[in-house]
T-cell receptor
Framework: AQSVTQLGSHVSVSEGALVLLRCNYSSSVPPYLFWYVQYPNQGLQLLLKYTSAATLVKGINGFEAEFKKSETSFHLTKPSAHMSDAAEYFCAVSPRSNSGYALNFGKGTSLLVTP | NAGVTQTPKFRVLKTGQSMTLLCAQDMNHEYMYWYRQDPGMGLRLIHYSVGEGTTAKGEVPDGYNVSRLKKQNFLLGLESAAPSQTSVYFC???????????FGSGTQLSVL
């Protein structure tokens, strides 16, 4: 089964600093890749999705992610962190097939933003 | 537009008790899912459904049963609750398997 690995269970940045959350996937064929965000006491919300139309994917709230096949990575970035970005972020992978369900989530990265 | 609604939001059970969690979606989605979320473990798929009347096992199905008698509802049952089932449970739905998942707000379950 395809999987994703999120490097770093906790990341801390200062307000205004670059946010970089790392995700690597394991697949011989480029899959669909997702980033979801979970704010405290809420369900997950989709930030962005990679479908192969473009390697740089722009999402909501100023986030973007770049698909790099050579590195099997899909890291999430934001140029300038805001206090409201503090949340849990999940990378997820799904194969390019509709033959049943196979969306696998990473273990998550908790982002702390300090003043 | 309600989206995905889970009931109840909180529940405390004693070991051996049974309960059912209800998930309802109003978006006419074919796919529905039940996940559990535990600290440091991310989200793990329990069971899912690809349409009315269908169910399938996910990554951690043991101790749980599900039913999808109506397209809009997906029920998760615990027949004999165990402390290891203490977790936050999330229901989600999607139009297709590779499309955006819509999540409910979660059910916090404690089994004593």
């Amino acid at each position: 089964a395809q999987s994703v690995t999120q490097l770093g269970s906790h990341v801390s940045v200062s307000e205004g600093a670059l946010v970089l959350l790392r995700c690597n996937y394991s697949s011989s064929v480029p899959p669909y890749l997702f980033w979801y965000v979970q704010y405290p006491n809420q369900g997950l919300q989709l930030l962005l999705k990679y479908t192969s139309a473009a390697t740089l994917v722009k999402g909501i709230n100023g986030f973007e992610a770049e698909f790099k096949k050579s590195e099997t990575s899909f890291h999430l970035t934001k140029p300038s962190a805001h206090m409201s970005d503090a949340a849990e972020y999940f990378c997820a992978v799904s194969p390019r097939s509709n033959s049943g369900y196979a969306l696998n989530f990473g273990k998550g990265t908790s982002l702390l933003v300090t003043p | 537009n309600a989206g995905v609604t889970q009931t109840p939001k909180f529940r405390v059970l004693k070991t051996g008790q049974s309960m059912t969690l209800l998930c309802a979606q109003d978006m006419n989605h074919e796919y529905m899912y039940w996940y559990r979320q535990d600290p440091g473990m991310g989200l793990r798929l329990i069971h899912y459904s690809v349409g009315e009347g269908t169910t399938a096992k996910g990554e951690v199905p043991d101790g749980y049963n599900v039913s999808r008698l109506k397209k809009q509802n997906f029920l998760l049952g615990l027949e004999s609750a165990a402390p290891s089932q203490t977790s936050v449970y999330f229901c989600a739905s999607s139009r297709l398997t590779n499309e955006k998942l819509f999540f409910g707000s979660g059910t916090q379950l404690s089994v004593l």
